[in-house]
């Protein structure tokens, strides 16, 4: 590709992001084969009008895409994370958290408070797979997958139960008692 295109085309990359036409952008990005390094003056342009704006998702996607510097991933990201935590969107907030590469207390702090929120709503089998998912501690994924089972067997949902019961690896004693019903 001459000059004279590969200039054209950083322009409207450039033009594209000002109007934060993103996915376009990234179009024009891919089509022409524009590298990041050429592009991080528009992108760093658009990632500062997004952290002004407070859309610090958008402002780490942009800068994790276009690898802009690490601190400003993470600096864009921690604020996404703490909006998420505010909200109290938990789950999103440590998934958002391990996405991004924030330290992994973060991750495990949002993951906690997940795994909390779920059980104290009698969420007990999203709470477990909250648990095995960040890799809780082994006695709040044991919690959490006894009650659902318990709340499975009350229920009369045995094949269920025994599906949890093996999937989280519970004392053979409970998957027996379920095997038990079933037959």
Not at 7 to 12: F, G, P, R, V
Not at 68 to 83: G, K, Q, T, V, W
Request: overall charge positive; aromatic content about 10%.
């Amino acid at each position: 590709m001459d000059n004279s295109n590969l200039a054209e085309a950083m322009k409207l990359f450039a033009k594209k992001m000002n109007l934060g036409a993103y996915q376009e952008a990234a179009k024009i990005k891919s089509d022409f084969g524009l590298p990041n390094d050429m592009l991080a003056g528009a992108v760093r342009t658009a990632y500062d009008a997004n952290m002004k704006k407070g859309d610090y998702s958008l402002a780490a996607d942009l800068a994790k895409k276009y690898d802009l510097p690490e601190d400003l991933r993470l600096e864009a990201a921690a604020r996404s994370f703490n909006r998420k935590i505010d909200s109290e969107f938990y789950r999103a907030a440590a998934d958002y958290a391990r996405d991004y590469g924030l330290p992994q207390d973060l991750v495990r702090q949002a993951a906690v408070q997940a795994y909390n929120k779920s059980m104290s709503f009698g969420l007990v089998k999203n709470a477990a797979e909250i648990a095995k998912e960040f890799e809780l501690p082994s006695d709040m994924l044991l919690q959490a997958a006894t009650k659902s089972f318990d709340q499975h067997m009350q229920a009369g949902l045995y094949r269920k139960a025994l599906q949890i019961a093996q999937k989280y690896k519970l004392p053979p004693e409970m998957a027996a008692a379920a095997e038990k019903k079933i037959n």
